[in-house]
């Protein structure tokens, strides 16, 4: 293969990669957190060290079969979490989320002031009631001192898809 014709495909390919959210995140995913350990990448170590639990933040509902719109990232819980720690914190999120899916691909997207922590797919598997649950867990260290905005979203690709119940459990530690 010439040398141009290879320099092209490999350009074209860093192109694609650069306007792709990350591996496994549906397109169009919000951008990847800025606080520390998370500016790279989604692989991120936990804190392997023991940290205090500071506060529990929890959002619990139902959708009532709340219709989804295909495409688009719907917010259906917030939580309004506070940092007391001069020297910063670290908040673990944890979600449960049920859905009929309408036989289409959906995710789990966790924000921390409108940045991405976590946000993949979760499935199609279904039975024959056509719900199915996903769970998505994420870990943010290096948050400064104050309040902070935590999302819960869901997305679809489908244009039946509506959600049931929910629970995003928010935990602030101080590292």
């Known amino acids: 293969m010439p040398v141009r014709i290879l320099a092209a495909v490999s350009l074209a390919a ?15 995913a919000p951008p990847q957190s800025q606080y520390a350990g998370n500016a790279s990448s989604f ?17 619990v ?39 009929q899916t309408g036989g289409a691909d959906w995710a789990i997207c966790l924000l921390v002031d409108g940045a991405s ?3 993949q797919y979760q499935g199609v598997q279904s039975g024959p009631s056509s719900f199915v649950v996903g769970n998505a867990r ?5 948050i400064p001192q104050g309040f902070h905005t935590v999302d819960t979203q869901l997305y679809t690709e489908s244009n039946s898809a509506t959600y049931q ?4 459990d928010v935990r602030t530690y101080k590292p």
């Not at 860093?14 to 169009?28: D, I």
């Open 138 to 142: 994420g870990w943010l260290s290096g």
């Open 43 to 59: 692989a991120v170590a936990g804190p392997n060290t023991a940290e205090l639990l500071s506060s529990t933040y929890d959002a």
């Open 117 to 119: 922590v976590s946000c």
């Open 14 to 28: 860093s192109a694609a990669v650069a306007f792709a959210g990350p591996a496994g995140s549906p397109k169009g």
């Open 165 to 168: 119940y929910f629970q995003t």
């Open 61 to 99: 509902g139902n959708g009532l079969s709340t219709s989804l719109p295909a495409f688009a990232f719907t917010t259906i819980a917030t939580n309004k979490v506070k940092c007391n720690h001069a020297h910063g914190c670290s908040f673990s999120i944890e979600t449960m989320a049920q859905m």
